[in-house]
């Protein structure tokens, strides 16, 4: 999956016991989303001269914790990579410390700078802001959570989370200057501004989103 990694043991550990676990998640969080993570990260990890095999363990881990709470995922993130024996095999005590802070900071709406350049690269791969990706990924969410809500139900949840994390006064930061996500979040910003087109794109994909859920029901084989 990763190239440019000293040990190649760790990848295969990370393979096939980490990684099968983001298949228990729901779609915003799950292989397809860990895997792209893994990717942006070990790409920033070559622009900021970081340890590449510490960064590859903290994009790996940084999700875990959505097998409790999602409102504290960062946080079981964290103890559940700080309590992972196996990584001594790798990392000193002072290195899993550093990557148990990474996956606890990598959160959008932390309050404040994550603490090393590993939470930042991290926190900054975990913000896919292409424009398409982040509609989707809301509207599965909302499917996902709230499935009692209607069309309207889902437009007020999905307004409001665009306003909330992604507008001018939203709170994501970005914390790598220079990344590709600076342009991404211009243009996102600026079609949230837009609440005309902002509907009209919701409605789209809430339309393509529901035929395929549609698709994907078991028909009744039974006369």
Do not use: C
């Not at 895997?35 to 590449?52: C, F, H, N, P, Y």
């Not at 960062?74 to 309590?83: D, R, V």
């Not at 990557?99 to 700078?113: G, I, L, P, Q, T």
Request: glycine share 4%; no cysteine; hydrophobic share 40%.
């Amino acid at each position: 999956m990763i190239n440019n990694i000293a040990s190649l043991d760790l990848v295969e550990f990370i393979e096939t016991k980490i990684l099968p676990q983001y298949a228990e998640f729901d779609s915003a969080h799950n292989m397809e989303h860990v895997t792209r993570v893994i990717r942006s990260s070990m790409e920033l990890a070559k622009r900021t001269g970081a340890d590449m095999n510490m960064v590859y363990a903290v994009a790996a881990y940084h999700d875990l914790g959505m097998s409790g709470p999602r409102a504290v995922h960062h946080i079981t993130g964290g103890k559940i990579l700080a309590q992972d024996a196996r990584l001594r095999r790798w990392f000193s005590p002072e290195q899993i410390r550093i990557m148990k802070e990474a996956v606890e900071d990598h959160r959008a709406s932390a309050s404040r700078a994550p603490r090393s350049i590993y939470g930042k690269i991290v926190a900054e791969a975990d913000r896919d802001l292409d424009s398409e990706i982040v509609f989707r990924r809301t509207l599965l969410f909302g499917f996902a959570h709230y499935p009692e809500l209607d069309r309207e139900g889902q437009w007020r949840r999905f307004k409001s989370h665009m306003d909330e994390k992604y507008s001018v006064n939203g709170y994501i930061r970005l914390w790598i200057a220079g990344s590709e996500n600076e342009q991404k979040l211009k243009t996102l910003r600026n079609i949230i501004a837009d609440t005309t087109e902002l509907r009209r794109i919701f409605d789209r994909i809430y339309n393509d989103l529901k035929n395929q859920l549609i698709e994907e029901v078991p028909r009744d084989t039974k006369a």
